[in-house]
Structures are given as C-alpha cells and as structure tokens.
C-alpha cells in the first residue's frame, strides 16, 4: 500500500527540483538585480599620462601587448577620433573633469604650461566637476592616481566633489634631487631621485613614493572602492576617476612586468597599465556590476617622444605632446558598457570635454545654466541611435588658438616644434589646411584649393572667440616662501 502512488511522489520530486533551480537562479541574477535597483549607472574613468594614441595593439601597435583593453574595444566602442582638451597634462585634465576649456578656467598659462610643487593655485572652487555633480546624484566618489588640478588642500579632489584620494598629487618627475642631471635621472631613472608624496586624502603617507608598485597600489585600491558597494540596503552608485601617473617619465614597471615586453620598458609600464585595466573589467564581471558600468579609456595627451624609447608613438599622426598636432591632442579613447553600449569602430570626433555632459546625461543630472561648457552629449552614439554632436574642434596652446577644426577640415593659425619641445610657437603669415579624414598624417596642405573651408572656420572661431572671457590663470601663481 506503501508504494503504490508513484505520481504523486514523483510531483513532489519535480516541485521541490523546480523550487530548488528557482532558488538558485535567484541567487545568480541577485547581484546584477541589485546594482540596477537606483536606475543609475556606475562610472569608471581610466586615464593614463603622456601615452600615444599607437601604444595599443588595438591601435595598431606591432609588438605592445595589450589583450585586457583590446578586449574592452572589441567589446564597445573605439573612437579614432577622440580629442584631449589641451595637449599638456594640468589643462587637459582640467578640461576632462569640467567639461569646459581651460581658457575659461584659468587652468592655462603662456608663462607656466602646467602646475608645480611650487604652485599656489589650482582648479577653482567655483568650478563642477564630474564628480560634484555626481554627488548631488546621490554618488560615490573616488579620485585615484595623478590630479595635477593643485596640491594644496583646497585644490585637492577632495575639495571637489570625491570621496576620497589615493595618489600623487602632480607629475612623477617632479621633486626630483637637484643636483641631479634632468635628462639621465629620466632616462635611467630610481625611485630616491623623484622626492613625490604619496597621499591619502589630504596626508602625505609616504615620500619619496614607491613608483616601482605605483600601478599595482592604484589597483587595489580601485578594485577595494568598487567592492565598497553598500550603503545600508540600498546599492550605491559610483564614480571612479582613476588617472595613472605612468607611462609618463620617470618609467618604472613592477617586478613581474619589468622586462616582460617586446617594446622595452616602455612597453612593459603599458602592458601592466593594460593588466591593471583587466582586473577592474574582470571585478565589475564577477560582482554582477558589469551591466551597470560604463568604463572609459583614454589619455591625457600625446607621447613625450623626446625622451626616445622612453616616451610613447602617435602611430600615423603628426606631432607630439605640447604640440596642437594631431599626435599631440588625439589620443586613443574606448567607451565600454556591454548591453549600454554599442559595439563600433566610431569615427566621428570626440573629446575627453564630453564626458561630463554625457555622464550627466546618463544619470539624468542638470547642469548648471551660469556657464559655457564645451562638451557634447555622445549618449546617441553609445547607444548606436544616432550621431555625434560634435563637428568641431578648437585646439588651444595654452592661451593662443594654435588650430581649429570644423567636421573634416583643420586649420591652423600658429606652428611650432613637432617634438613640443622646445617651443617655438610661430604664427603663420599664411594659414594651412587639412582634410584630416583623408590625411590624418597631415602631410598636404590644401588651403588654396579650399578657400571656402578656410573662411568657413575662420567665421566659427570668431563666433566661438566672442563667447570667450579668459579666467585669471591659476598656473603663475607661487608660493612665497619656496625659491622660484
């Protein structure tokens, strides 16, 4: 009698199967459920220092391995015309966070091209940055790596709308021993010669900074704030700004990737930046958080090709950093978000000014109507649905317009070294041209056969000039109590 109802067993076996794999597959999607519980997404910015827009194998390098950020590329989009805000390092930094050229900041100077430990200014309080106007949003925020907006507490990120701040305050080759020769203690560099201060917060906790395990440390401490997710039961979300101080000289690559590449140490400092960006996309994927990020790759300007093997390659264009040349301002740049983004070769321009509008965008955040910003919202392109915004492009050397570019068409009013340095800024009794879609080299000069194109961007320079009210520079101001 016992054994006699088989159906009804067998139901029960089938019901708690069934509830079983319910119960399982509840505990897999959970964490990606709950990382969309705000509707906003998470971002992660990763900017690196002076490195070329042809250091990528998916830019076509022959011999840097970078398989982390190609797959990031393959993965979403790579834009192969995406522009830096200046084409040296606080500028162009200044422009990224605010959205707004340096001119009209005072984050540039014709005297002084960047800060300095000496330095007394900085980016303004006045100004938004990404991460002040992710704050309101109900982010978090966190600045890891090189700021180089002012290292006096005021200037510091978290002065400006971060949580946090892990990193050197300024460049890696400042504070360097003085009665050491600049270019030999640059191209043969140890750590003891580069007095930098690693900071936390406001603090310096260690001086003279470890730059051998610098990329390694800012690491784990990104991945540490991303798994920071919590914020009593609700999921927060959050902006990370990580800006590597390398492959910047002095270059420094950790026991494990030292003398690993083909390229030397150069190529051993990227392909560890490219490991470091391999373990942020693979910890976004297993905490669930990959669906609800956007992650950006990008530079802050072109290669220091001066210091020879020591300094990066623009690939196929024309010039370097400190220079208003395509290789000094166009830099690589990889938009990734799998389901949010739109996998693509993206021709279009671009520019590192259009993050903050398109972040804000993304987090529906408005933005302040008291000032000009100078960025685009690229959301169209990232989703696929439509076209960049942006048809031009104004290329300033510190103060000075060197160029402006208006869909294919570029002009330039000034030249100078290609190599940036030293400067011989020049200006041109006659101005040249370049159709940059089909010279990206910039070797034919085609103003006389396009006159129209020159007077075309000549009248949107002056529209764009009488919107311009240049911002006492914050570049010329010094300490009084250190030797100038």
Not at 68 to 89: H, K, L, P
Not at 364 to 381: I, K, Q
Not at 468 to 473: C, E, G, K, L, Y
Request: net charge positive.
């Amino acid at each position: 009698m016992i054994f006699s109802h088989p159906k009804p067993v067998n139901d029960v076996i089938r019901y708690l199967l069934s509830s079983l794999l319910l119960i399982v597959s509840f505990l897999i999607v959970r964490p990606a459920t709950a990382q969309t519980s705000t509707g906003k997404p998470n971002f992660i910015v990763i900017l690196t220092d002076d490195q070329g827009y042809g250091d990528l194998g998916c830019y076509g390098h022959p011999s840097i391995k970078t398989p982390n950020i190609d797959r990031m590329a393959a993965e979403g989009q790579r834009w192969t015309s995406f522009y830096v805000a200046a084409n040296v390092c606080t500028p162009s930094r200044a422009g990224l966070l605010t959205g707004r050229l340096p001119i009209r900041t005072g984050m540039c100077s014709d005297k002084r091209r960047v800060l300095f430990p000496d330095s007394d200014g900085g980016l303004p309080q006045s100004e938004n940055t990404i991460a002040r106007i992710l704050k309101k949003q109900g982010y978090r925020t966190a600045a890891i790596g090189k700021w180089h907006l002012g290292h006096l507490p005021q200037y510091l990120p978290t002065s400006h709308g971060f949580d946090s701040y892990y990193g050197i305050p300024y460049s890696n080759d400042m504070d360097r021993v003085n009665d050491l020769d600049t270019r030999e203690s640059l191209m043969n560099p140890k750590v003891e010669y580069f007095n930098v201060p690693l900071m936390r917060n406001t603090q310096i906790i260690e001086r003279p900074a470890d730059q051998t395990t610098i990329v390694k440390r800012y690491t784990e401490e990104a991945l540490k704030f991303i798994s920071q997710k919590k914020t009593g039961s609700a999921t927060q979300p959050f902006f990370l700004y990580l800006a590597h101080s390398l492959p910047h000289v002095p270059l420094f690559a950790s026991a494990k990737f030292k003398g690993t590449s083909e390229r030397g140490l150069y190529g051993d400092v990227i392909e560890e930046i490219d490991w470091s960006t391999g373990q942020i996309l693979d910890a976004l994927r297993k905490a669930g958080l990959d669906k609800n990020t956007y992650v950006v790759f990008t530079s802050d300007n072109g290669p220091w090709v001066i210091f020879d093997e020591n300094g990066g390659s623009a690939g196929p264009l024309f010039g370097s950093k400190g220079t208003s040349y395509e290789g000094g301002v166009r830099v690589p740049a990889i938009f990734w978000g799998p389901g949010r983004v739109k996998p693509a070769v993206v021709s279009q321009m671009g520019s590192t000014l259009d993050l903050l509008p398109t972040f804000s965008s993304l987090t529906g955040a408005t933005l302040p109507t008291d000032r000009v910003y100078d960025g685009y919202n690229l959301v169209p392109v990232l989703r696929g649905t439509g076209k960049s915004p942006r048809n031009e492009m104004l290329y300033y050397h510190s103060t000075r317009l060197f160029a402006a570019r208006k869909n294919d068409f570029k002009l330039y009013f000034f030249k100078n070294n290609p190599q940036g340095y030293p400067e011989k800024l020049e200006k041109l009794t006659t101005y040249t041209l370049y159709n940059l879609q089909h010279d990206p080299s910039e070797r034919f000069d085609i103003a006389a056969k396009y006159p129209e194109k020159v007077r075309e961007i000549e009248e949107m320079v002056r529209q764009h000039q009488a919107t311009v009210v240049a911002a006492p520079s914050q570049l010329e101001k010094r300490i009084v109590s250190q030797k100038n």
